[in-house]
């Protein structure tokens, strides 16, 4: 096709503009009329994809503002929901120990009083987990340096014998079973300081078949001679039994090391 023949834009000089026609050359041949007819139904129909990929970038850039958005307001309200969460265990646990110093009865008072104090070890355990728990699940060996590091001040003014160490394996277990293992630790933990006095050990192991162990042990008077943890007078086995029913985990106790003072170990696997 010769240049003056050829079908030309009008306004060439802005090719892009999608108003642009191919005007016809008055002595165009059929056969080249049909030509620039079809070039221009193709490029009609071009013109219309376009349009209609340029609509769905945008709705899909509306859609994933959108998620960010969402992102955003799941994660206020989990903060939200932690803060009243933690804001109400602290109110409950104010309330016990109110009502513990103005009973007159001695046993009901120490009864309030050791509810105050576990509500006080939930919201603990809560906070804890809560400034490291990450996408994935939480950082169990970080979450039990922390709880240890919070006992070993409690027990700083006692004897300088008290030792309190973790031994612990990295590994991330996911919220649901990491809540109620941390309230065990604590429990089994609280029990070590309260009937031994030297060195406590609280160990996380990964077995070769992906079950892990939480274990407490002490070098303490040891366990009561036919000792069974569901017959016992205080509260703190029975919420233990309860809780690693919970994560289906199992519990078991035996001498410590040395064969002296206690042991308590669970078994669970961090994957239900
Ligand atoms: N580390 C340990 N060394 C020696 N004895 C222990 C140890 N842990 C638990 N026991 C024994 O098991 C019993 C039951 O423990 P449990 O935690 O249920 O009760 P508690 O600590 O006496 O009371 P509570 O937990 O309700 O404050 C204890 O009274 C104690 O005899
Ligand atoms: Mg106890």
Redesign the pocket.
Same mark, same amino acid.
């Given at each position: 096709m010769r240049a003056s023949n050829s079908p030309q834009a009008v306004g060439s000089e802005n090719a892009s503009n999608p108003d642009t026609q191919f005007r016809q050359p008055d002595n165009c041949s059929i056969a080249v009329c049909s030509a620039i007819a079809m070039y221009e139904q193709e490029l009609e129909r071009h013109r219309a994809t376009e349009s209609r990929l340029r609509d769905s970038v945008l709705r899909e850039a509306d859609l994933l503002r959108e998620k960010d958005d969402l992102i955003v307001l799941k994660d206020i309200l989990a903060e939200e929901s932690e803060h009243r969460l933690l804001n109400g265990l602290q109110l409950i646990t104010s309330l016990l120990a109110t009502q513990s110093r103005s009973t007159k009865n001695r046993e009901a008072a120490a009864q309030l009083s $050791?509810a105050a104090n576990r509500v006080a070890t939930l919201a603990r355990v809560h906070r804890h987990l809560h400034t490291i728990e990450k996408l994935e699940g939480v950082e169990f060996k970080q979450y039990l340096e922390r709880l240890c590091d919070d006992l070993s001040d409690m027990m700083s003014d006692e004897s300088a014998e008290r030792s309190l160490c973790v031994e612990a394996a990295e590994l991330t277990i996911p919220r649901a079973i990491a809540t109620p293992l941390a309230f065990i630790a604590s429990?089994l933990i609280t029990?070590?300081i309260?009937?031994?006095k030297g060195r406590i050990t609280v160990s996380l192991q990964i077995m070769p078949n992906g079950d892990a162990t939480l274990s407490v042990s002490?070098d #303490?008077? /040891? *366990?009561?001679e036919l000792?069974d943890?569901a017959a016992?007078? #205080? *509260? /703190? $086995?029975?919420i233990i039994a309860a809780l690693v029913g919970q994560i289906h985990g199992e519990l078991y106790f035996a001498k410590g090391d040395h064969d002296q /003072?206690?042991r308590f170990s669970v078994l669970f696997s961090p994957q239900t």
């Open positions: $050791m429990e029990n070590s309260k009937y031994a002490d #303490g008077p /040891g *366990l009561p000792f943890p016992t007078n #205080g *509260l /703190g $086995m029975k /003072g206690a």
